[in-house]
């Protein structure tokens, strides 16, 4: 088939490859004349691992192309994927969806004969329906079907989620649509993949529910975790104790400095927004944001206070700054929160990340960015973890203490085990545990 993918974003990008991968002819289309150009020459704008590969073998195949001008490509397509941003809104939280129906009024002026029209983009309820009505507008002859594709994509196993997922969700009520979906997704049924088709809006809420139950469930676990530190419990002993109960599983049980990234901050507060402008009201989610704006503020404190409750004048170093491992993105990292919170109580702050140093220039101030963790660990009166990067999983501990200052480690992600660092001679300091 036919695919016209808008947006070379991280969703537009991995969708685009592995629809070609699949065997279908997809051009990616962007307005930002530099991304195609590099993207062209073979640069990758992102980091997620294989997509570097993934793209050239299907450039060199002749399935994937990448241009400005969507004119071509869109009157061809059998799929218009719209794949473009929809940060918060300044001011109220609500999606911003002007690249969204920008998108939608381009496409509506160029596709010929049946199209089905797919929001991939993350949307609010009711998105669809003005997508709709925008095809109506420009082009009421249009034969097009205007359908719901949510995606799941873990920044870090993007290309393994869309080949290998859990589900794949469809919103229309469209029969042309519906043949036309289940053979894009054809290879999937060697897998037995549940196709699971609905209608639109509901859909569009299965994004929203989804993410928003997994942005619960981190912040459940990292309340539970201070409650541990109270009471003198392990955190990690309860999450597997609760997660071997099938009826509540073990992912996303792992305390932590709180989640960032580009779906859960931005989704649960767009889905609270939609929520209350509906007059339903998601209390539990309102206080997910709530308490995962304050978790990130508390974790400055922990790193304050074990340094005797003063930073001023001393030297904090900083492994991992993306709000993840395996990914650049910055977005909402909690590094964001504790980095300025530090300095503003006077702390020296130096860094390092292994892949996300490019973005974080832009986004930190007054940081001494190093190339290693070792140059972090020198003369540093504390160290502080706060992305698990697999290399920061095996330090070498007794150089680490050698190049510090004071031998003060917190582990905002319980990759080392209290007993052990305590017989190295640190002071360990983690979430959740004794």
Not at 166 to 190: F, N
Not at 243 to 263: E, H, V
Request: hydrophobic letters at 40%; charged letters at 30%.
């Amino acid at each position: 088939m036919k695919v016209a993918m808008i947006g070379t974003g991280y969703v537009g990008l991995v969708s685009g490859a592995c629809f070609a991968d699949f065997g279908h002819t997809v051009t990616c289309i962007d307005k930002d004349a530099g991304k195609i150009e590099r993207l062209k020459a073979g640069g990758i704008p992102i980091y997620e691992p294989g997509l570097d590969v993934l793209v050239a073998q299907n450039v060199k195949a002749g399935r994937l192309f990448f241009s400005t001008e969507a004119r071509e490509a869109v009157r061809e397509a059998d799929a218009v994927f719209i794949a473009v941003g929809t940060p918060s809104r300044r001011g109220d939280g609500h999606a911003d969806l002007s690249y969204v129906y920008a998108a939608a009024e381009e496409v509506a002026g160029l596709v010929d004969g049946f199209t089905v029209v797919v929001t991939k983009s993350t949307v609010p309820v009711g998105t669809g329906d003005e997508i709709e009505a925008i095809f109506k507008r420009v082009r009421p002859d249009a034969d097009v079907a205007v359908v719901s594709n949510p995606e799941f994509l873990r920044e870090g196993a993007a290309i393994e989620d869309f080949k290998r997922p859990d589900r794949v969700v469809v919103g229309t009520d469209d029969e042309r649509a519906r043949d036309v979906m289940r053979e894009l997704y054809r290879p999937l049924y060697l897998n037995e993949t549940p196709m699971v088709f609905t209608g639109r809006r509901t859909s569009e809420l299965i994004k929203y529910a989804g993410n928003a139950f997994l942005a619960l469930k981190i912040t459940f676990i990292n309340e539970i975790a201070d409650l541990c530190e109270a009471v003198g419990a392990d955190v990690q002993q309860v999450a597997r104790g609760i997660g071997l109960d099938g009826r509540i599983g073990n992912k996303f049980l792992n305390a932590g400095p709180g989640y960032g990234g580009s779906c859960f901050p931005k989704d649960t507060l767009a889905l609270v927004r939609t929520a209350r402008d509906y007059g339903a009201p998601v209390e539990l989610i309102e206080t997910t944001v709530k308490v995962n704006d304050e978790r990130k503020r508390a974790m400055a404190r922990k790193v304050i206070k074990a340094l005797d409750g003063e930073v001023k004048g001393k030297t904090v170093g900083v492994l991992g700054l993306t709000f993840k491992p395996n990914t650049d993105d910055m977005r909402d990292a909690p590094s964001l929160a504790i980095i300025p919170a530090l300095q503003d109580k006077g702390a020296r702050v130096q860094a390092f990340d292994p892949e996300g140093l490019s973005e974080a220039k832009h986004m930190l101030s007054d940081v001494d960015f190093r190339e290693d963790p070792y140059a972090v660990a020198a003369g540093a009166d504390a160290l502080v973890i706060i992305t698990e990067w697999d290399q920061f999983r095996a330090l070498d501990l007794d150089r680490i203490k050698l190049l510090m200052r004071k031998p003060v480690l917190i582990d905002l992600r319980n990759i080392y085990k209290p007993d052990d660092m305590k017989a190295r001679g640190f002071e360990y300091d983690s979430v959740g545990r004794p």
